[in-house]
């Protein structure tokens, strides 16, 4: 009843790199003797007192090995905004209660923008009532929007995939002799990272992508038709943002589909059609769209170990912070010279809720391309090759 | 002026495995200590005296081993119907004249149906009217539905792209309690080799996809609703073919686009989103249809090491058929024992312009998964794994 306990969730979307994370907070917590719960499907896991013991199957190395490579979030997600703590108490209640019975003193969640939220109010509730329960979050998520970071854990990986799925579509894109475009739409609501992450397809021999639209830059029809035919490649590349908006700040993707998640965040799909309808329409020439859908997230079988290291380390250094009784903060990157990588500690309050956007010297003056500078920020990030582990010629996984 | 000369040339879509071919005839030629020419964009580089010298580029190993592993047409490709060679014929006038001022009497065609049907007429006129040139076609296709060969070079490293990918979607899918569907669609119009090879994503902990359907049998709206209400998991993955037609032998898709390109094939798209809408209407909760583009044919960075290795191999033996005078033939897979693939020669006139369907044997009773014959045919062909080679994160590709 009274052991010190471990519990560690996974929140928000999936991503390529979040069990690494877990992997990372497990063995922080193995380090110390101690025992660790993994609530299933997030913070609701803990409010159905449904958790499962993960000392078992995470002793055992070569699962410890899976773990790090399996995409998506091995203990479930959940998308679930917890109510004001100083007003509204009753799921607070009975979260800490959920401790209680079980013991555990450290509770590390590892999510993104509406999980850090979750533990600035767990830790505020926890503070405001005298309870010693230490809550740590960890951060994750592909679309690299966290304030006080230098870069998210995932969104290394996510890159790599955009900018070697961008460079692979340039091969196939290239063969036939006639005109074309092709649209290549990539997440990103209000941050530009992933998109801009498309130049990193560029090597000596390969020039796509040739042009790069970003959310944080409104951009005209005409704009980009201009930019077109400015152009002078045969077989166009185009990378856009899910979230471009034009010079009135209207999605492009208004025009198909908008709905809403629980956070209010708008659920966008389908500008690149929207792009590819008006440059058919001027240019006439074949063209296609490509929507790189959820396998940017999800996509293991091509990460970065750069990336899929540091969401390890970053998840033992928030177990680290937990044992030291560190409440009410969440772990992030800092960059040092030309790429030294370590971890610092946030107060979750400073950081929660903040979007981080791409800053305007990462984006051309043209609006329509990266600057250098942002190449060597985010080249580091999709270093070092994983030997995917695989069972009968498909990546194996590990599964609750 | 009259040296002895090979010319090869690429055609059709491109595969992530067409390049490895074209090694196999390179170094099928090198081996003579002959001359080999490649004609830029397939016969279009013949009528147009477009040719590179590949003798050098590919005398370096390294050249050799990034051209095995780029995906797309490194000489570019074309999408031509040359007439009828007994009627009309200018055009074979004007091929046989560039071979002859090349010096070039061996001409190695690599790509599917519709180039096969070039090898065919190649090599008719060339019988017509005496003149000593071998033609000889070497196959690709991720399609998988060219007759007379047990499957096709291309098919196992697109399969082992989908077969992946729908496993990773699976661990995407699933990482939240509510229940959901998501819908891939995989290419294939008529043939649904490819979306059946989604089959192999299943392993010992990893059940999707949940329902398959494929174009060789139709299949009602009514029953692909009855399937899912059948289906007792949380987040059901459905992987259709681009091609799945209703009762009536309607596309789905036909209800949103359709056109034709230049061989009448029917050019398809969005059955998937099709699918997710009545889906949608009957039980309402969350969807996501999902288009695995076309990075399941150009995706080079997860490609079946089996797939590459035999698909170089059938490009040497394409080369050998040339020196050996062969002509209007075209190389084919054979497999026997549990799997030993060897290389066959058929007359490219019993096999061009067929298609091969899924069989009855490797379609279930219910039309909605696959046999274990068709697991056991297909598992081999992806086997093998690849180590990319990568530059700064991203793959390495070769270009002309």
């Known amino acids: 009843m009274t052991n010190s306990k471990f519990a560690v969730a996974q929140s928000g979307g999936p991503t390529a790199a979040i069990n690494a994370t877990l992997l990372g907070v497990i063995e922080g917590a193995l380090e110390t003797g101690g025992e660790i719960l993994g609530a299933v499907n997030g913070i609701k896991g803990v409010i159905n007192n449904d958790f499962l013991n993960l000392n078992d199957t995470f002793s055992d190395p070569k699962n410890r090995e899976l773990l790090k490579n399996t995409p998506g979030s091995y203990l479930g997600s959940c998308r679930i905004k917890l109510p004001d703590p100083e007003t509204d108490t009753e799921v607070y209640e009975r979260i800490f209660d959920v401790f ?11 999510g993104g923008n509406d999980s850090m939220d979750t533990v600035d109010k767990l830790s505020r509730y926890a ?8 809550v740590v979050g960890a951060p994750k998520t592909i679309d690299n929007d966290l304030a006080g970071t230098d870069h998210t854990p995932g969104f290394g990986s996510a890159a790599r995939f955009v900018a070697s799925s961008v460079k692979e579509v340039a091969r196939d894109s290239g063969v036939y002799a006639e005109k ?23 090597s000596e021999n390969s020039t796509a992508p040739h042009l790069i639209y970003l959310p944080e830059r409104p951009i005209s ?6 930019d077109v035919r ?11 943002s899910e ?8 999605y492009y993707c208004s025009q198909t589909t908008q709905s809403h998640d629980i956070f209010g965040h708008a659920q966008l799909a389908g500008c690149a059609k929207v792009v590819e309808g008006f440059l058919k329409e001027e240019f006439g020439y074949k063209m296609r769209s490509i929507e790189l859908n959820v396998l940017q997230r999800c996509g293991g079988h091509f990460t970065s170990l750069t990336d899929l290291n540091e969401s390890q380390h970053i998840g033992k250094r928030a177990a680290h912070a937990a044992i030291k009784g560190r409440t009410g903060v969440v772990m992030a990157f800092e960059r040092t010279g030309d790429y030294v990588c370590t971890v610092i500690e946030n107060n979750v309050a400073d950081v929660a809720n903040k979007e981080r956007k791409v800053p305007d010297e990462f984006i ?20 070092g090759d994983v030997q995917v582990i695989t069972e009968d010629g498909v990546p194996k996984h590990i599964t609750r």
């Open 100 to 110: 209680k019975e079980n013991g555990i003193d450290k509770f590390v969640y590892i």
């Open 364 to 383: 051309s003056e043209n609006s329509n391309d990266v600057t250098d500078a942002f190449m060597k920020y985010a080249r580091p990030l999709i270093l």
């Open 127 to 134: 503070k405001i009532n005298n309870i010693d329960v230490s």
């Open 230 to 240: 400015n152009c002078p490649e045969t077989n166009i590349i185009i990378a856009v």
């Open 243 to 250: 979230g471009i908006r034009d010079e009135n700040g209207e």
């Open 221 to 226: 029809r005409e704009k980009i038709i201009e």
């Open 180 to 202: 074309s475009i092709t649209i290549i739409e990539i997440m990103g609501r209000n941050a530009g990272w992933l998109t801009a992450a498309s130049a990193l397809a560029r």
